[in-house]
C-alpha cells in the first residue's frame, strides 16, 4: 500500500508522515521516502541520513563515465539506491535531497522510476512525504498513491489550497486510490465551517488533528518526534490508519 502526502510547507506533512511510518512499522516493515528536497523527515525519524537519491541522480547526469563498466545502468542505480538506503529497525529510509540539475534527467528518471517500482512490490507499506507539489519525485517517479493524505491548516484557504494539490495529482497522471483531508494543528474542536469547506471542495473523508503541545515541544527542542500512544499527534494519526488498512 503506498501512503502519499501533499499539502504546502509548513502544514504538519512530515510530522504526520513520521507519526503513520512509526506506527505502520508495528506491523510490516515500511519504506519511508522523504520527497521534499528540504528534508525534515530523518530528523522527525530520528535516522541519520549521508546519502540521498538526488545526489546518486545529479552525479549520474552530469558523469555518465562513472557509472563502471560491466554493468547496466539499471543495475547500478538499483545497486546506488540500496546503498543509499537507511535501515532502522523496521523502517526502510530513502531520502531524495537535492532537485535535478542541469542536463538531462529524461532517461535517469525513468531508471529510477523502473528502479522505484520494483522495489515498492517489496513493502507492505510505502509512505510518500512529499513537497507541496509533487514536483520532483511524485511526478516521475512515483506511478500512483493508494491513498493520497491531503494536510491543511485549519483554515478555509488552506482546505482549498489542499484542493487545488489533490488535482494536480491527477493532471500529472498519479493515479489515485483514495483522498483523505487532514485538517491539523486545529485550536480546538473542528468548526463547521471548516467541515462545510471540506465538503465544498469535494472531500467526504476528513481526519481532524488537534494542535500537540508535545510536538510543539520536539519542535522548540529539535528532538525527533517519539510521541506517547495518547498523545494528540498519535491519536490522530491513528485514525487515519484505521480509515486506510
Ligand atoms: N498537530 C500539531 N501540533 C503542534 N505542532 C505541530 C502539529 N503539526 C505540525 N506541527 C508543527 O508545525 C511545524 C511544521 O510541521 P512540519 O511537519 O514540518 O510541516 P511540513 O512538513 O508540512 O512542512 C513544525 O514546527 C511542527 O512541529
Ligand atoms: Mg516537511
Redesign the pocket.
Known sequence: MIIALA??????????SSQIILQLSKKGVVLAVDA?PNT?LPD?LGIPVDATIGEIRNRIVKDPDSIPGGVSKHEYVALEIRKAMHEHDNIDLLVMGRPEGEGCYCFMNNVLKECFDGMIKKYEFTVV?NEAGMEHLSRKILPKADVLLL?SDPTKIGIRTAARLSAVASEVGMKVGRRILVI??LPGDLPQELTDEARANGFSDVVA?????L??S??LEGSSLKLPDDS??SK?VSEIIKMII
Request: charged share 25%.
Open positions: 499539502g504546502k510547507g509548513g502544514v504538519g506533512k512530515s510530522s504526520i521534499d525534515n522527525k512525504d494536510v491539523n494543528n488533528i488537534r494542535h500537540d503541545p510536538v510543539y520536539a519542535g494528540v499527534l490522530g
